[in-house]
């Protein structure tokens, strides 16, 4: 099941935002690809923090 509007799997729910919607853009990639939603999931938070690592002038942390 796709993640949108505001829709996020429970395990991003203390993630901050700009990092939820980083993963739930990434995770929703890879349930197209793989339909497999565990995977999806964790490795969607995975890449958006090594993107967030790589890319830290992008996080916009007074989003809440």
Same mark, same amino acid.
């Given at each position: ?11 991003? =729910? ?17 349930? =197209? ?29 007074? =989003?809440?």
């Amino acid at each position: 099941m796709p993640w949108y509007n505001g829709d996020y799997p429970p395990s991003y =729910k203390n993630q901050p935002q700009y990092l939820r919607e980083k993963a739930v853009e990434i995770a929703n990639e890879i349930i =197209k690809e793989s339909g497999d939603e565990g995977i999806a999931i964790a490795t969607g938070l995975k890449r958006a923090r090594q993107y967030f690592e790589e890319h830290p002038e992008e996080r916009q942390e007074n =989003k809440n």
